[in-house]
């Protein structure tokens, strides 16, 4: 490979079973290494690197380090009614919310909705995955993960200069229905709001930890306003946030407030799967210096049933002419037309899906080294780019 190829081109469908091969040399179960390998794939495929397979050396070092139990199995820690706690041992964070999404969904039935907070989870991944999976299901689906407290992760307080949440991400999935559905509604190949799930699915801060990453990693600057460097000066380089800078809350200088908001609401809310724990898992963030006592973490899944309010199948029509009304919204100049939510992620899989999947160079090389070390072979490169 050349020294000045910037991206490696690979297809999903051999990076998938690589990536599981990894996980099953470190310890993993076959079927939750399967889980993890798929969740990186499809984020890679909906266009967000940031949750992809770049996260491999990042979780072959949780391993590593323990922070990671690759064995580890979740269960449900304590329920009350349309209440649970699910208990993820500390296993990747993937496995865990599959687990607690699959433990919401049995219990639905009667219910019309359930909560599961989620304790020692360690890094989600991207929770749209999750709540994509809810609305094919026809359900309503609500994730939020987060953590707070005196130098936990990269972000700082609306007006601060200091780290003291994570990037505490919100999603949302909501099921729709077409014309010419087969009587589920959810075919996998319907775009959002019309058969597919309209998909919200965002950062609490202006860009996450993973696209500093990625522009690091591609030797590119991250876009104005996003990031303050150690001095708590603006920045567009993206090292300088790995320097001691900070991630900014989203909204900016003039909104910012709103996105803080909804990242402490996000770690507060996510605290109740960690009630009573002295030392609760910080979903992915790294322990703070001064120990917990300060600190607030965890994630929360709420499911609803639009059967509990009505005929489900009237509620899916009117989201889907309110998604078709909202593509007739005539665009602005120089936007091509107005998107429903999750569209980008359906643009992004159809793309590579047919044309592969593109890695920066430098996450190529560090898969490989893992791939020697664990004796899993690498996927082709069947391109490059510059």
């Known amino acids: 490979m050349p020294e000045t190829t910037q991206y490696v081109i ?20 076959h079927a939750n290494a399967a889980e993890v390998a798929r969740h990186l794939v499809h984020s890679n495929l909906a266009g967000h690197d940031s949750h992809g397979v770049m996260r491999i050396p990042q979780y072959v070092e949780m391993i590593r380090q323990k922070v990671v139990n690759p064995a580890g199995s979740p269960h449900v820690h304590a329920e009350m009614g349309a209440t649970v706690v699910v208990d993820g041992e500390c296993t990747f964070g993937q496995v865990t919310a599959a687990y607690a999404l699959e433990v919401a969904t049995t219990r639905l039935k009667g219910l019309g909705a359930v909560v599961v907070a989620m304790r020692n989870a360690n890094h989600l991944g991207r929770i749209g995955d999750y709540v994509d999976t809810a609305g094919r299901n026809g359900h309503v689906a609500i994730v939020t993960v987060g953590a707070a407290g005196p130098g936990v ?12 949440l994570s990037t505490n991400p919100w999603a949302i999935g909501i099921p729709s229905s077409a014309s010419d559905h087969d009587g589920t509604g959810h075919d996998q190949n319907h775009r959002p709001g019309d058969g597919g799930p309209v998909l919200v699915d965002f950062a609490t801060t202006v860009i996450p930890e993973g696209k500093v990453r990625v522009a690091r990693d591609s030797s590119k600057p991250v876009p104005e306003g996003c990031i303050l460097d150690a001095n708590g000066l603006p920045t567009t380089r993206a090292q300088d946030f790995y320097d001691g800078g900070v991630l900014l809350p989203l909204g900016g200088a003039t909104a910012g407030h709103k996105g803080y908001g909804l990242a402490f609401a996000s770690a507060l809310l996510g605290a109740l799967g960690s009630i009573g724990q002295s030392e609760p898992n ?43 009304a909202a593509r007739r919204v005539r665009p602005a100049p120089g936007t091509d037309a107005v998107l429903i939510p999750g569209d ?11 044309n592969g999947i593109s890695l920066p160079r430098t996450t190529w090389l560090a898969l490989a080294e893992i791939a020697s070390a664990t004796g899993v072979p690498m996927p082709s490169a069947v391109g490059e780019a510059h």
Do not use: K
């Not at 690979?10 to 179960?29: M, S």
């Not at 006592?293 to 889907?320: K, M, W």
């Open 10 to 29: 690979t297809r999903p469908e051999e990076l998938e079973p690589f990536a599981r091969g990894i996980f099953v040399a470190l310890g993993t179960p």
């Open 153 to 164: 992760g990269g972000a700082s307080p609306f007006g601060g200069a200091g780290a003291f």
């Open 282 to 324: 910080l979903v992915g963030a790294l322990p703070p210096a001064g120990g917990f006592d300060e600190c607030a973490a965890g994630a929360l899944l709420i499911l609803i049933d639009p059967g509990a309010f009505g005929d489900p199948e009237a509620y899916r029509q009117n989201v889907t002419r309110v998604s078709r």
């Open 344 to 354: 980008p992620e359906a643009r992004a899989a159809s793309s590579r899906n047919a």
